[in-house]
């Protein structure tokens, strides 16, 4: 499998997200090319700050594999993860983060400031621009349709 592929499954997340009225991102984790979590945004369906698609897909991994840590975990997100999610992931020991958009209003993985570069016992590799340009239409679709 590649980095698209697995990039769709986490497309398809967010739009599942859209068809339920929230920002649609979505995220899997992979490990052993095995998706073992999987997630998308529901802040408005918890009504709770921390239901974005990576702590949900991160909370699935962890029960999947009965651990905290994710240390041979990959993690693909349609969104570049925001101070809380990249947090979550340097404290998960995720080696390995793909995004497809940029986010320059909340972005922590370079978009406003980049937390993997900072002086933390973890660095994980990050890869952007994977599906880039579906990753980026259908949050333009989802907040045009939200002006409407």
């Known amino acids: 499998m590649d980095h698209e592929y697995y990039m769709g499954l986490a497309l398809d997340l967010a739009r599942e997200a859209a068809a339920a009225g929230e920002v649609p991102v979505g995220c899997v984790i992979v490990r052993d090319g095995q998706v073992v979590g999987r997630g998308r945004n529901r802040r408005e369906e918890k009504q709770a700050v921390s239901s974005h698609a990576e702590m ?11 651990s905290w840590r994710l240390e041979d975990c990959a993690l693909y997100v349609t969104l570049e993860p ?6 979550a992931i340097i ?3 995720i080696p390995r983060v793909y995004y497809g958009a940029r986010d320059r209003e909340m972005g922590a993985c370079g978009g406003v400031l980049n937390l993997f570069m900072e002086r ?9 621009g994977i599906l880039e340009e579906q990753c ?13």
Do not use: I
């Open 56 to 66: 949900e897909a991160m909370a699935q991994a962890n029960a999947a594999l009965g």
């Open 82 to 87: 925001c101070p809380m999610c990249a947090g």
């Open 91 to 93: 404290n998960a020991r």
């Open 120 to 128: 933390f016992p973890h660095h994980p590799a990050l890869v952007g």
């Open 136 to 148: 980026r239409q259908v949050l333009t679709d989802f907040f045009k349709d939200l002006r409407k």
